[in-house]
């Protein structure tokens, strides 16, 4: 395992901040291979950002940068996001 990854679960925080739901629960299909399954299994490589990966294909499913007073997010990766209200 690469010492920089960890799982979805290690941004719970950051994504709960952004969107103000419980996250790991919500459930991303990937839109590389189409699998769909919960963030807090996503794989996570921290860097100058934060980069989520699809844990069946690798595919980017989001980047999230953040500085003291903005958060910067792609999505472009993730087909859909279902979150419980
Ligand atoms: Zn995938």
Known sequence: MDKLMLDGNAVAG???EVFAVEMTTAVGTCGGCGAA??????????????????PRCGNTLAKIVKNDS??????????TLEVTV
């Open 37 to 54: 399954g919960p963030v807090g299994a996503i794989h996570v490589f921290r860097g100058a950002g934060i980069v989520l990966r699809c």
């Open 70 to 79: 903005r958060v910067w997010i792609d999505l472009t990766g993730i087909r």
């Open 14 to 16: 950051l994504l709960q």
